[in-house]
């Protein structure tokens, strides 16, 4: 978006008060004639900038002038970085010391900027939780949230039973409106729902991360492995070309889509057989059921049989002698 690009050049400026146009393009990735109607922009806004030509030359910030963004506090440039996850910022009781900092941003930013972000916050908003989620009991966060940042031990009680553990805090994770702390546990790093975790206690002492300890990469190969672990029955379908398009949206594991792409070529039909692994003979049973007349079972037998007389209850209890036996019309 233009807006960001132009606080991104700003700030290159601010930080290195002088640099040439093929520079600075090159550094946003836009052209140079693009360069300089931003240039133009920023002059228009009133930012102090001058060019200068030939050997020497270039885009100059005037001496002394800056945006004062590095006014900003710690904590309001943490809850600056969360504020397009509104959930998160309340969750982890920032959100007077997000507002705090957008007023401040707001107020160093030139016009053009400032009007921008203020249709963006009027016209977007991320609802991150999906529809009728409960709310999850995160009394425990704060005090996660806070050792997690300053790299303090915790000692846990967690699960039903109130299990004792004393961790190293890695990271948070919001995922679908629920939280997960991410530690390490006796040299195996864990996940902890934040929601199970029924007291937590910082310590006062700190711990080492792990040198090579990416958390994005991290939860995305756990989450892969978990949705793997997941799928442990085998069956057998052929499926139509419908079924096949609906299949990723009946059951949205990657692992079931890759399944499908490794199937073989269609029959004259149509049709697909594909190797599937799913959950279990009851979820199998639902999920397939989602695909209607488009999907049928090769193998095991148990599954096909009992699709057959799912498929045959609903047939009798939806025909229309059955709505004249209840005397509807």
């Not at 990735?29 to 050997?55: C, F, K, M, Q």
């Not at 910082?202 to 711990?207: H, L, S, V």
């Not at 990416?214 to 756990?222: M, P, Q, R, T, V």
């Not at 949205?252 to 003979?281: C, I, K, N, Q, W």
Request: proline share 5%; hydrophobic share 45%; aromatic share 6%.
């Amino acid at each position: 978006m233009r807006s960001s690009r132009l606080l991104a050049l700003l700030l290159i400026l601010q930080r290195r008060r002088h640099a040439t146009a093929t520079e600075l393009a090159d550094e946003l990735s836009v052209s140079v004639r693009t360069l300089y109607r931003d240039i133009a922009s920023l002059l228009a806004a009133g930012v102090p900038l001058w060019t200068e030509s030939g050997p020497g030359g270039g885009i100059r910030l005037a001496p002394g002038w800056r945006t004062h963004l590095d006014g900003l506090t710690a904590d309001e440039a943490s809850a600056l970085f969360l504020s397009g996850a509104p959930q998160a910022v309340a969750d982890l009781g920032l959100a007077t010391v997000a507002a705090t900092a957008r007023a401040k941003v707001d107020a160093t930013l030139p016009a053009e900027l400032r009007g921008r972000a203020g249709r963006i916050r009027e016209r977007f908003l991320l609802d991150a939780p999906g529809w009728f989620a409960r709310r999850e009991n995160l009394d425990a966060l704060p005090a996660v949230a806070e050792a997690v940042w300053e790299g303090r031990r915790l000692d846990l009680r967690h699960g039903e039973r109130a299990a004792r553990r004393r961790v190293d805090p890695l990271g948070l994770v919001l995922k679908g409106g629920t939280w997960y702390l991410i530690a390490r546990h006796r040299r195996a790093i864990k996940t902890y729902r934040i929601s199970r975790i029924q007291r937590a206690e910082a310590r006062t002492e700190t711990f080492a991360r792990p040198d090579d300890f990416d958390l994005a990469a991290w939860w995305a190969e756990s989450s892969a492995a978990f949705d793997r672990s997941l799928l442990t029955y085998p069956c057998r379908v052929r499926l139509s070309s419908r079924a096949q398009k609906l299949l990723p949206h009946v059951i949205p594991h990657d692992a079931v889509r890759r399944m499908l792409e490794d199937a073989g070529p269609p029959d004259a039909e149509g049709f697909r057989t594909v190797d599937l692994l799913l959950e279990s003979e009851d979820v199998a049973t639902d999920q397939l059921m989602g695909l209607g007349d488009g999907v049928e079972v090769l193998a095991p037998a148990a599954l096909r049989h009992r699709l057959h007389r799912v498929g045959m209850q609903m047939a009798l209890r939806n025909g229309p002698d059955s709505c004249m036996a209840k005397g509807d019309v």
